[in-house]
Nanobody
Framework: QVQLVESGGGLVQAGGSLRLSCAAS????????MGWFRQAPGKEREFVAA????????DYADSVKGRFTISRDNAKNTVYLQMIILKPEDTAVYYC????????????????WGQGTQVTVSS
């Protein structure tokens, strides 16, 4: 069992940056693939980024590639999402998720979810 708690969301102007954190509880955190998803009002939840259990491989949606960086610290049971050059279209609730399989971007393949943190980018 893994419990996830996101933090770090907020209101930022376009071009600004934010760093999201996701603190996990559970002894098996380091064995999970960790992902970030987001959901804007009226839209489906979409994949943003994922990182393998050892941090050796990362995957990004095309819309955030080059602007977002996912990282993890297994000693702290925490995964991060550094976001720069934010755009109004990045506005959404951001969710942290844990799952067993890397490379599968659908939310259906993730077993555990946080409650989400709001990111709002003003133009």
């Amino acid at each position: 069992q893994v419990q996830l708690v996101e933090s770090g969301g907020g209101l930022v102007q376009a071009g600004g940056s934010l760093r999201l954190s996701c603190a996990a509880s559970g002894r098996t955190f380091s064995s999970y693939v960790m992902g970030w998803f987001r959901q804007a009002p009226g839209k489906e939840r979409e994949f943003v980024a994922a990182i393998k259990w050892n941090g050796g491989s990362t995957d990004y949606a095309d819309s955030v590639k080059g602007r977002f960086t996912i990282s993890r610290d297994n000693a702290k049971n925490t995964v991060y999402l550094q976001m720069i050059i934010l755009k109004p279209e990045d506005t959404a609730v951001y969710y942290c998720a844990a799952g067993p399989n890397y490379g599968l971007r659908s939310a259906h393949f993730y077993d555990y979810w946080g409650q989400g943190t709001q990111v709002t980018v003003s133009s």
